[in-house]
C-alpha cells in the first residue's frame, strides 16, 4: 500500500519527498486508511529523533526535531494554545511540524473553532492524498 500512496502523493503534490526535506510545517489532508501507510512513507525524509503524538487530552508535546500529530483537527482551545506555546519555545525553533488530519481545518478556521494564525503556521505546505479534498 506504501507505493499506491507514494504514487497518489506524488500524482497529487508532485515531489513531496523535497518538499519534507524543506523542513518547514506541513499539513496532510487525506482518508484516515492512508495516512499510516505515507507517514511510513515519510520517515526516511524526516530528521531524527521523531515524536508522533496522537491529538487527545491532555495534549503531551516532547522535545523533538520532527513532531507528527496525528487528528490536528480534534485540538480543542488548551490544545492550540500549548502547541502554539510549544512553536515559539527556543527550544523547539527548528523543528519541523506534520500534522495529519482527515478534514479540512479551513472551516474550523472560518468558525473560530481553530486559531487562524496556528493554522497558517502548520500549514505551510499543504498536501491532500485525495483530490476531493480541498483547504
Do not use: K
Amino acid at each position: 500500500m506504501t507505493s499506491d500512496v507514494e504514487q497518489l502523493a506524488s500524482r497529487l503534490n508532485g515531489d513531496w519527498r523535497a518538499l519534507l526535506r524543506a523542513r518547514v510545517n506541513v499539513l496532510v489532508v487525506g482518508p484516515e486508511d492512508i495516512q499510516e501507510a505515507f507517514r511510513n512513507a515519510c520517515r526516511d525524509e524526516v530528521r531524527p529523533p521523531v515524536a508522533c503524538v496522537l491529538v487527545g487530552t491532555p495534549l503531551l508535546l516532547p522535545w523533538a526535531s520532527t513532531l507528527v500529530l496525528v487528528d490536528v483537527e480534534r485540538l480543542d482551545g488548551a490544545g492550540q494554545s500549548a502547541l502554539a506555546c510549544w512553536m515559539n519555545d527556543p527550544r523547539n525553533a527548528d523543528a519541523q511540524i506534520i500534522s495529519f488530519t482527515s478534514t479540512s481545518l479551513y472551516p474550523f478556521v472560518l468558525s473560530g473553532q481553530f486559531d487562524r494564525a496556528l493554522y497558517y503556521r502548520l500549514n505551510t505546505i499543504h498536501l491532500r492524498l485525495t483530490e476531493a479534498t480541498t483547504h
